[in-house]
């Protein structure tokens, strides 16, 4: 079956520090992944997405590009803010016909940055 | 335009008991997803509906049990609740077109079981 391996946190930062946090995955087609962001007491929102192999998905200062040679997904920033302190989590679906198969989510990053 | 909505908030139940949770999709929407988010973990699926019908589901007991009413609406239901069934139970709203459209999350549902 699928699944998603994050790297470990918690992660704390200083301010304009540089963020990576690694993501693998395994799965048995050509799936699309996904970064999510939890803030404090809310739901889920997407971050960034990319659908195919080498594809770069970026919002709010984040990257992540999907690496088929490699499995991988890591979420980069160049400079974190105080803001940025959330739970992030990796996720992957399989396409398929009806388009909106389940999310298979990582266990989750704590990030915190200090100012 | 109102995002997903859940209800209630935070509910505290003891073993055994059953429990209805609560969901409206984006308005527009017309799937809706149930997740399982233990303390620390990330959320794990339970179960799709779309058109009223459960159309996949994940590695949970018939405890859970789901409905989606004509409006789109949806419940989940758990019963015989276990101390294990604490979580925040997560419902995402999406749109079926046979493309990959984004899931949207509620805030969750806080549920203790004592």
């Known amino acids: 079956g699928n699944s998603v391996t994050q790297m470990e946190g918690p992660v704390t930062l200083s301010e304009e520090a540089f963020l990576t946090i690694n993501c693998t995955y395994t799965?048995?087609?050509?799936?699309?992944l996904f970064w999510y962001v939890q803030y404090p007491g809310e739901g889920l929102q997407l971050l960034l997405k990319?659908?195919?192999?080498?594809d770069k998905g970026s919002n709010k200062g984040f990257e992540a590009t999907y690496r088929k040679e490699t499995t991988s997904f890591h979420l980069e920033k160049g400079s974190v803010q105080v803001s940025d302190s959330a739970v992030y989590f990796c996720?992957?679906?399989?396409?398929?016909?009806?388009?909106?198969?389940?999310?298979?989510f990582g266990t989750g990053t704590r990030l915190t940055i200090i100012p | 335009d109102a995002g997903v909505t859940q209800s209630p908030t935070h509910l505290i139940k003891t073993r055994g008991q059953q429990v209805t949770l609560r969901c409206s999709p984006k308005?527009?929407?017309?799937?809706v997803s149930w997740y399982q988010q233990a303390l620390g973990q990330g959320p794990q699926f339970i179960f799709q509906?779309?058109?009223?019908?459960?159309?996949q589901r994940g590695n949970f007991p018939d405890r859970f049990s789901g409905h989606q009413f004509p409006n789109y609406s949806s419940e989940l239901n758990v019963n015989a609740l276990l101390l294990g069934d604490s979580a925040l139970y997560l419902c995402?709203?999406?749109?079926?077109?046979?493309?990959?459209?984004?899931?949207?999350f509620g805030p969750g549902t806080r549920l203790t079981v004592l």
């Open positions: 995402a709203s999406s749109v079926t077109s046979g493309t990959y459209n984004e899931q949207f």
């Open positions: 799965a048995t087609g050509y799936p699309s």
């Open positions: 990319a659908t195919k192999a080498d």
């Open positions: 996720a992957l679906t399989e396409r398929s016909n009806f388009g909106n198969e389940k999310l298979t």
């Open positions: 308005s527009g929407h017309d799937t």
């Open positions: 509906y779309y058109e009223e019908e459960e159309r």
